[in-house]
């Protein structure tokens, strides 16, 4: 039986509030579970210590069973010191589309050529009156 240790959702539309429990991995999200091993409060502060709370002795005895942790509540066991932090692979998905940094270009020129135009009439008198003299 693959065993996972997920979120399960509960809370009322849009005060979400999450489970972590020990799951067979074919059971729906909020579906049937084996055990509850803690309790995620998203809407709390992220310094607040009651945002997680995990029964860290049954989570250490899933893991030592096989159960893997979703991405989630591996985070959450990085922070807490159980697991090991592991590189995960940033996709680039803040980085703008081509069309929008084709804009930004543009803006960056346009306000590149203003700063030019504005510049160079400011120095154009100052030579004049010092050719004058």
């Not at 065993?3 to 489970?19: E, N």
């Not at 250490?60 to 592991?86: C, I, M, N, T």
């Not at 980085?95 to 940094?101: L, Y």
Request: proline share 6%.
């Amino acid at each position: 039986m693959a065993m996972k240790i997920r979120l399960a959702r509960g809370g009322s539309k849009k005060r979400p509030f999450y489970r972590v429990v020990a799951t067979d991995s074919r059971m729906p999200r909020d579906g049937r579970f084996i055990e509850k091993l803690g309790t995620y409060n998203p809407l709390l502060p992220k310094d607040s210590e009651e945002r997680v709370k995990l029964d860290m002795e049954r989570v250490q005895y899933w893991l030592d069973q096989g159960a893997q942790p979703s991405d989630r509540v591996s985070r959450f066991l990085e922070a807490a010191g159980v697991l090991e932090k592991k590189e995960r692979a940033n996709l680039k998905k803040g980085v703008p589309g081509k069309k929008a940094q084709e804009r930004v270009q543009e803006k960056a020129d346009k306000a590149a050529a203003a700063a030019e135009a504005a510049a160079a009439p400011a120095e154009e008198p100052a030579e004049e009156a010092a050719s004058e003299e």
